[in-house]
Structure formats: structure tokens, C-alpha cells
């Protein structure tokens, strides 16, 4: 949103909130980011109506969120917006910024709780194995198709985030015991292994890693550029080899680490364990993936069983 769209008191209160979020939360930049991105929507929301954020109160905010319906925003998008907006005011009235919450009634609507989409074993090796060196490609793409065949390797085989992947450093790989030591939300670390396919693409790519360049000694991937990669880079070439490998199907980074999560309790895995390795502060969001195993079992008997 330009600062333009803002009063210069929102955006200041806006540059105070995310510094709250940064550094006594502890969120992730791109949590933060996407905070600031709805609180700035409403922000320029209110100035054309010739209000503020310190002056809104709740017919302010439910006209904001039924022009977002009226819009054709997601359920699940409104209610994201809903909870920064919770979040914030209550940060200010912390802050004696206003006096009262104007968002203390402002009701979040229901979203459908969907269950995550999962790719097939053969599917997901199909992913992950689509990045291929052919006998006359350069050195660059030689390196690139090393580094995204890595990078795929460890959204499926280890179940990475795509921010953690994306801000993965040499220093935290240890192909030797075959671990990963991963920052996560909440800048929490939590060590996972890495399969033997992953370890050697891994080991693959630092092998030609000096031919992108490098900006920085200790990001694992970089970029043409010589850059570190960023999450958007990542959904990219995600969607890339998924159009190659899957076709007609919509692949997400997240749909590797669901597929990760999901073949690991149908192999038997428990779900702590399976907890443990996402990252995951309260076993229930590990459980929606028990609903997918057991989705996938009445499919298969449906399939199957004579009588089904």
C-alpha cells in the first residue's frame, strides 16, 4: 500500500505495531509483512472516508470487511484481516493510543475447514525428480536444476516451510548426521532429518553452488544472482516442475510439506513425532492430517472392496 494512500499518523502507528510484531513477538518478516499489508488496506480504507486508525470505531471496521465481501474476498482472507485488526487495537489500547477497542465486537467469519491437499507417492516423486541436468545444458543450468532438484528434496522429504527453506544457511545442513536445524515461527529451532535423496541433492548443489555466485559465504540457495532465494522464487519454480510433472494439477510449496506430514502417519509414524518434525505448537493442526489418511482409506475401500 503507498504511504500515500495513508495518513502520516497511520503509517507511523503502523511502523510502531510491526516493530512490536519484530521485536517482542518475535514473527516471522514475512508474518509481519503480511500484518502491515492488511492494517495498510484498511488505513487507506478509512482516509477516504476521512477517518483514521485511532478514530474508527465498529461500523467503521464492519463496512471495511463488507466491502471486502462485496469484493470477492475469500472467507478465510476476511477473517485473516480480522484477526490483524483484533491484534492491533488491542496493541494500542496497550499503548494508550485509544481509549477503547473498537474491534472488541467484531466478529470473524466462519471458515471451512478444508482438508489439505495431498500428492501421491508416485506423484510426489515425479515433483521432485523433474529437475534434470541434460547432457548439453551450460554450467548455470547445470547449477540451477541441481539447486531446485535440492530445494523440492527438502519440501518433501523433511517437510520445510517454504520461508525456512528460503532462509536455510550453510552452517545448519549436516549431511553427515543427516539433520537439518530449521528456524521457524516464532524464530523457534527445531532439528529434522534428512532422507537420503535429500542429503545427496544437497550435496549435489554445494558442489556447483560457486557457479551462481554467491553475494553472502552462508545462504545455502541463491538465486541467478548470486542472491539468497526468496519464497517467491521457491513458489515459482515450484509451479514450474509442477506443470512439467503433474499437469493440471495446482502444486504449492505447502502442498509438498502436506504430503510430507500425510505419507509419514500412513507409513505408520506417530503423531507426536510427526508434531515434532512440522514444527507444530499444538498437536491438533498435525491431527488434520489423520483425516486425510483416513479420507484416503475409504477412497481406497471404495475402490477396491467388492461390496463397497
Keep these: 500500500m503507498p504511504a500515500r494512500d495513508l495518513a502520516q499518523s497511520d503509517t507511523a502507528l503502523i511502523d510502531g505495531f510491526s516493530d512490536h510484531l519484530t521485536l517482542e513477538r518475535h514473527l516471522a518478516p514475512s508474518t509481519v509483512d503480511a500484518y502491515r499489508r492488511d492494517l495498510s488496506q484498511l488505513g487507506a480504507f478509512l482516509r477516504r472516508n476521512r477517518r483514521d486508525l485511532p478514530g474508527a470505531g465498529i461500523d467503521d471496521l464492519r463496512r471495511f470487511l463488507a466491502l471486502l465481501t462485496s469484493l470477492g474476498y475469500a472467507r478465510a482472507s476476511i477473517a485473516r484481516r480480522v484477526g490483524a485488526i483484533h491484534t492491533f487495537y488491542r496493541w494500542a489500547v496497550s499503548r494508550e493510543v ?97 532422507g537420503d535423496p535429500a542429503r545427496a541433492a544437497v550435496a549435489g548443489w554445494l558442489v556447483v553452488r560457486g557457479v551462481l555466485g554467491v553475494g553472502r559465504d552462508d545462504e545455502l540457495f541463491v538465486n541467478r544472482r548470486g542472491r539468497p532465494i526468496g519464497p517467491r522464487d521457491i513458489r515459482r519454480l515450484v509451479g514450474r516442475y509442477a506443470g512439467l510433472a503433474l499437469s493440471g494439477r495446482r502444486v504449492t510449496p505447502h502442498t509438498l510439506r502436506h504430503s510430507f506430514a500425510t505419507h509419514l502417519l500412513e507409513g505408520g509414524a506417530d503423531i507426536r513425532s510427526v508434531q515434532e518434525m512440522l514444527g507444530h505448537a499444538s498437536v491438533a493442526t498435525t491431527q488434520r492430517y489423520t483425516h486425510v489418511s483416513r479420507a484416503r482409506l475409504f477412497e481406497a475401500y471404495e475402490r477396491s472392496h467388492p461390496r463397497a
Design 98 to 194: 485509544v481509549a477503547e477497542d473498537p474491534a472488541a465486537l467484531l466478529g470473524r467469519p466462519k471458515v471451512v475447514n478444508r482438508l489439505p491437499v495431498v500428492l501421491r507417492a508416485p506423484e510426489a516423486a515425479a515433483l521432485v525428480e523433474a529437475p534434470v541436468v541434460t547432457a548439453d545444458a551450460s554450467d548455470v543450468e547445470t547449477a540451477v536444476a541441481l539447486r531446485d532438484r535440492a530445494i523440492l528434496e527438502l519440501m518433501y522429504g523433511s517437510g520445510l516451510r517454504v520461508s525456512e527453506v528460503a532462509g536455510l544457511t550453510l552452517d545448519r545442513v549436516d549431511l553427515e548426521r543427516g539433520r537439518v536445524m530449521v528456524v521457524g515461527k516464532g524464530d523457534k529451532e527445531r532439528e529434522v532429518p534428512l
